[in-house]
């Protein structure tokens, strides 16, 4: 089943402080889409709420099944009546969270090997050990750390951790995965190796693929579409 995602009219505030202005926008198809613009602008808040780890004050957040027909970017006004009778609306429940991830900048690892790290999350859903480890391995080269499996993930550099973040999500086969800022803080050299994988997660059709970065030259490397942010609102497609 292909998964699909909707957001009409989504708000989110803090403090007060609004973060997120009336946005809407339909994601359809595969390949990668770039939420990007200035730090502050919302495209981390929207990230949050598009993968379900926070909830908007107002608006809707929509998971779609079923072959659905993509077409261009809507007007906000129009967006909500063109969806809201196409495909099977999914319950925002434990079944639809295993189907999206997220992967956050400055990632946390477990004080084991690489190998462990990347099997935690097919372990906790029950996976039997020969398919765990096939899964992992397959990731861990798909990401440049198989090498490095048996080695404490503790020991890695920065940009290495990045890419087991990566691969923790990867090995659970997400439908959609949510990068945020995935090459804040590394050096030049795991920058590129991050983005060859994103480029290869799309060649394969692993995971549709969206992805939060202030960096707009990466992002016009990365996107087949380009979100532009500014002020809580999607101001350009």
Known sequence: ???????????????????LNACSFSFDGNG??????????GKSTLLRICSLIESPDKGE????????????????????????????VLKKDIELRRRITLVLPGIGVFNTTVFNNAAY???????KSKEIEGKVNDVLKFVGLIHKKNHNALTLSSGE??????????VIEPEMLFLDEPTASIDNENTKIVEDIILNMKKEGRSKIIIATHDMLQAKRLADLMLLMDKGKIIKV
Do not use: C
């Open 161 to 170: 951790t990045q890419r087991l973040g990566i691969a923790r999500a990867m």
């Open 61 to 88: 957040v929509n998971y779609f099944s079923g072959d659905i027909p993509p077409h261009p970017p809507l007007p906000m006004g129009e967006l909500k009546e063109s969806v809201s009778s196409e495909g099977n």
């Open 121 to 127: 999350g097919p372990k906790i859903r029950g996976s």
């Open 32 to 41: 990668v889409y770039i939420l990007t613009g200035s730090n502050g602008s």
């Open 1 to 19: 089943m292909s998964l699909r995602l909707t957001i009409s009219d989504v708000w989110k505030s803090y403090n007060g402080k609004t973060a």
